[in-house]
């Protein structure tokens, strides 16, 4: 049995990053873990061929080697997913889906031939046997939620690694929270699982025997949602791994109130973490009690971000506008937050609301629903019908974007944080790649940028009062290029003069 396993193209959105990797001759922010995870649960003896779209296109000799196409992908992939799927049953290929975006709208895919939904480790067993016993089904679902524990190291060798900028892990599933527009909890649960650290280590080492030496994402929906479990296994057994490899970076994501917990942020820190993304969601008192993001509430938000910008971590977040409590001057107070914390990467959106989700089943009710989201946080779209009337809305949003990825307020923005940072002894890792973007900006963002003033600026700054941090400021001051070409392209209009006034973790 020969099996493709194909990810999707993600469009050109907030994560892709699609315009800052260029800068340093990558294709994709980070491989699809997934599918990975997947292939190490195949039968060994059946042939495996990764494609990932973002990284290499699907050629007709990968669809005349396969017997099946195993898809899987995000709502924001939707497009890509179809069209992949098209080519797979124009070439006689039987496809097999799972992942997000078909476990909550497999009912759209009538060309699939077989849906493993939910968590793989328990529906994809069942698929295998019924296959091999030629009675295999359409559909395999499951409510029961998986043990960690049994989920196995992904198969690395699938990969060309030199592709990503990044590389990912996962220690954790669910969160203990139950934020009204959030479908982590319908998905994955409130109880939050986890491997053991064991696995994590094996996870790494297989990474680091195949060479990879960049940065590791932790794609936990909330790294700390079982805070015993991060604290006394996985973060002791990271600070151990790390020595003797070179200093690996870790980012992840996690609540806010992981500022609370010095000696938790420490030992984050400690172990290699760098980056963190939180989601703020709003400044508004009244927006974080209708969400019920209860944990956000009662906060000095400003506070809690530069404690751990002092501590070691830069803070990235995500922020939402159009709750029914919001008012026109929620724009404005977007902004003022952004600026006065140095987050540097904020991701803004639209209110969505997504099946599975609390939001989804009230805006149902109230008759308020238009269609699907997009799974898109940053294009400029929302599924609902606003209390405050769609085109205040979209203007209020244009609004922030025109702002916080103008020039002037994003280097603005990002010295802020750098005044703030205190960087891990680690550091950031220099190498080729980096001392190679770092010259090709010079030409992009020093000369022909409309940036231009500010990036000299910035450099000059950095290098004489934080000469440290100057591979971070660089790298931040690429993606900053990203961010504003895609504010750009989703309507935000051009950030490039003095304008006025979800989603983890991106970095080159």
Sequence with gaps: MNVLLVYPEFPD?????????RFVRKKAFSPPLGLLTVAAMLPGEWGKRLVDVNVTPLCERDLAWADYAFVSGMAVQGQSARQVIARCKAAGVKVVAGGPLFSSESERFAEVDHFILNEAELTLPPFLADLGAGRAGRVYATSELADLRRTPVPSWELLAPKEYLCMSVQFSRGCPYDCEFCNVTSLF????????AQQIVAELDGLWTGGWRGSVFFVDDNLIG????AREELLPALIGWQRGKGGISFLTQATINLADDETLVRRMV??????VFVGIETPEAAGLRECQKRHNQGRD??????????AGLQVQAGFIVGFDSDTPSVFQRQIDFIQQSGIVTAMVGLLQAFGGTRLYERLR????????PTGDNADGTTNIVPAMGIGVLRAGYRRILQAIYSPRQYYQRLTTFLREYRAPKMGMRLDVTRIVAFFR????????????????KLLLWTAVC????????VSLAICGHHYRTICELHGGGKAGGECRRRGGGARI
């Design 13 to 21: 959105t907030f994560w892709s990053l699609k315009h800052a990797l």
């Design 189 to 196: 649960g409130h109880r939050p699982r986890t491997k053991t």
């Design 226 to 229: 079982n805070r015993k479990a």
């Design 270 to 275: 400690e172990a290699g973490f760098d980056t």
């Design 301 to 310: 938000l400003v506070s809690d971000v530069k404690r751990l910008q002092r």
């Design 365 to 372: 009710r109230e008759g308020r629903l238009l269609g699907e």
């Design 441 to 456: 900006s010079l030409y992009e963002l020093g000369v022909v940028g409309k940036e231009r003033v500010y990036y000299w």
């Design 466 to 473: 934080r000469p440290r941090l100057l591979p971070l400021a």
